[in-house]
């Protein structure tokens, strides 16, 4: 099944990234014969006959269907430089093409690799005719090499790497690559995890990953995070979440993560989620009666209304009665009915669990406290949101200027 897929899939994209390392590369030839794929004519003698001319004439020739001609080309070009492994990659080429004896091509092929392992169109060559012997490793391989030395084919390897992804063959190929990931392997989880119901194959890619010595990094692991949310499996990504945490991360980890806003690095989906615009600014500053070494800012200017929902983290508690507990300041504030902090279930139904009285007014530093209960059932998921208190377009107008710290949530009473 393999061998039919990989000749129906890559044949088209193989033989596409030759063309496109032919067109668009550049060789001392360039400086030397500006038409090499032209014929000679009557000047030909006072013409420079690089090797790498020959081989770009006999590329033209093998286009032109004249295989003949092609290995003439390749071998005048390989007795200028014995030690031409694109000459020789070459001569893979043509006997790919005339499908030529098995053996004689294959030496030809460990030559080429041998005398230029990392040039980028001894390995387009290659990998057709490791595809025509139905070579995965060396395809792969090959593939490696291409993506490592030119970034700009990613988006050409990764659609046929992908359909690739079903079968176990691939995957056993793939694992000597995990240990110390290459530099396209996140390009390759990027592009997994934006096709549509490849949530199985994203997996298997991150398994892979997560089996070996080397930790993942912060971006596999966001990834993987919001492709699970993108799938609506919450638990699954909240337990990858929490397992990514690292020691410091873990000590601002509770009912509320990073409640103090001391945490410098951002993680994802469960972590405080800000959106910034041109009349609202949300950043961390130290500020006055702060409680660790900063504080939650929020600008507002009154240039559009604007229904405020822009500050809000997930959290997961069980059934029972909680507490939200936070300081605040307000240094000065011109609205109507002001900002409240609400909690809700995550549900279709976006049940209401409680919510603050309203931030409408001047106040040094004080405490708001919210309790709420998290009911038994369809609540897995609750979100923590300040946003506007009036649902009406015409109280949407905010200016000011407003702190939040020591932001936590605590279980009150258990749930039998």
């Avoid at 700009?152 to 990764?158: C, D, G, P, T």
């Avoid at 992908?162 to 000597?176: A, M, Y």
């Avoid at 997961?316 to 011109?334: P, S």
């Amino acid at each position: 099944m393999i061998k039919k897929l990989l000749i129906i899939i890559c044949a088209i994209g193989t033989a596409s990234l030759s063309l496109a390392y032919r067109l668009g590369g550049m060789s001392p030839s360039d400086f030397i014969d500006a038409s090499p794929d032209k014929p000679m004519g009557l000047n030909s003698k006072l013409q420079v006959l690089h090797p790498d001319t020959l081989i770009k004439q006999a590329e033209h020739a093998l286009e032109q269907d004249n295989p003949e001609l092609a290995k003439e080309l390749t071998l005048k070009a390989l007795s200028k430089n014995i030690t031409n492994g694109l000459a020789f990659a070459q001569l893979v080429a043509i006997n790919t093409k005339k499908n030529s004896d098995y053996k004689d091509t294959e030496k030809l092929a460990q030559l080429a690799e041998v005398l230029w392992p990392a040039h980028i169109g001894v390995q387009s060559k290659l990998a057709e005719f490791w595809l025509q012997q139905h070579n995965l490793p060396k395809l792969i391989h090959a593939w490696h090499l291409i993506m490592v030395r030119a970034p700009e084919v990613h988006q050409e390897i990764y659609p046929i790497l992908f359909k690739l992804l079903d079968f176990p063959e691939t995957i056993e190929v793939l694992k000597s690559y995990t240990a110390n990931p290459p530099s396209w392997w996140q390009g390759l989880l990027n592009y997994t995890a934006t096709q549509e119901q490849a949530l199985q194959q994203l997996r298997t890619l991150y398994e892979l990953r997560e089996h070996t010595l080397t930790p993942l990094t912060a971006e596999e692991r966001s990834i993987f995070i919001y492709a699970l949310v993108k799938n609506k499996l919450w638990e699954e990504a909240y337990f990858t979440w929490l397992a990514g945490l690292n020691e410091k991360q873990l000590q601002e980890s509770g009912f509320i993560y990073n409640g103090s806003f001391e945490a410098i690095e951002k993680t994802p989906v469960f972590d405080w989620q800000y959106s910034n615009t041109p009349s609202i600014k949300i950043t961390t500053a130290p500020t006055n009666g702060m409680i660790g070494q900063k504080a939650l800012h929020l600008i507002l200017t009154d240039r559009d209304r604007v229904d405020f929902q822009h500050i809000s983290q997930i959290t997961k508690l069980n059934a029972g009665v909680y507490t939200l507990t936070l300081n605040y300041r307000i240094d000065h504030m011109q609205t109507g009915e002001g900002l409240r902090w609400r909690i809700y279930c995550m549900n279709d139904k976006n049940t209401l669990l409680g919510e603050s009285t309203a931030l409408n007014k001047r106040s040094p530093w004080d405490v708001l406290k919210v309790d709420f209960e998290v009911p038994t059932s369809d609540c897995a998921f609750q979100i923590v949101r300040l946003e506007a208190s009036s649902p009406f377009v015409n109280n949407h107008l905010f200016k000011g200027s407003l702190w939040f710290d020591g932001i936590q949530i605590t279980r009150t009473q258990p749930k039998p």
